[in-house]
């Protein structure tokens, strides 16, 4: 198999309670960890200490073999490793500061993601219902992004989203139906005329090729939801 990151396979393995099935899917479907820093070593915090120190640190650790990886790093270039990463068919690569510490729970510019693909993190306002084969599911979900003190609607999406992923999705969406639309602003009236809205409190990411003129997301295709995330951390990409 290819040694790429896949998203759509790590979503196989997520939201699974079901031991017997966690078990299976292990199997079928396991997974890699990446470990890019240390914050502790031998008992002492290292948090403090600059990327380029954390990182020899880490490179002196013998994980063996197994499901821990620790990836190459490069200091130099950003341009060169850039290209590798897009003839690699990756995403992008996080450029860092080799002289900042560890910031828990902060965004820093001294970490800064470099994306080959657009990737926006999206809150679900509501979802509108399918037709055809999707006619007893959801046929698109309602995107909002936080601004002030509330979110903005930013568009909808409905492809990228698989039967399972749907019916994931459903379950989830049903209980935190409400009939208040949680916007800011009004949606376009043919499609606030279907809208089902919900609580916003999931949060999940989209690609796209951009936004539009009036801050809409032009051809977003769905990823997965974020369980990572909370609705504070979303913030607009540029």
Do not use: C
């Not at 951009?210 to 990572?228: K, V, Y």
């Amino acid at each position: 198999q290819s040694a790429r990151p896949s998203f759509s396979l790590l979503q196989q393995r997520m939201h699974v309670t079901d031991p017997t099935k966690a078990r299976r899917l292990a199997d079928e479907t396991p997974v890699v960890y990446l470990v890019f820093d240390v914050l502790y070593l031998d008992g002492r915090r290292t948090i403090d200490l600059s990327y380029r120190r954390r990182r020899q640190a880490l490179d002196g650790i013998e994980f063996g073999t197994g499901n821990l990886v620790v990836p190459p790093w490069f200091d130099g270039d950003g341009a060169d490793v850039l290209r590798a990463s897009s003839e690699q068919g990756l995403e992008g690569v996080v450029a860092k500061r080799l002289d900042s510490p560890y910031q828990p729970g902060r965004r820093s510019r001294d970490w800064v993601k470099v994306k080959l693909t657009r990737a926006q993190e999206v809150v679900i306002v509501g979802w509108t219902p399918g037709r055809g084969r999707r006619q007893d599911s959801i046929g698109s979900l309602l995107l909002g992004i936080p601004r002030g003190d509330g979110l903005v609607y930013v568009g909808r999406v409905g492809t990228g989203l698989t039967d399972a992923m749907l019916r994931d999705l459903a379950a989830r969406l049903e209980p935190l139906r409400t009939d208040r639309p949680p916007l800011l602003d009004a949606l376009p009236p043919a499609q606030a005329a279907e809208a089902r809205w919900v609580e916003p409190r999931l949060v999940g990411e989209v690609t796209y090729s951009q936004w539009t003129a009036d801050r809409r997301l032009r051809h977003p295709s769905w990823r997965g939801l974020r369980p990572d995330k909370s609705v504070a951390d979303v913030k607009a990409e540029s």
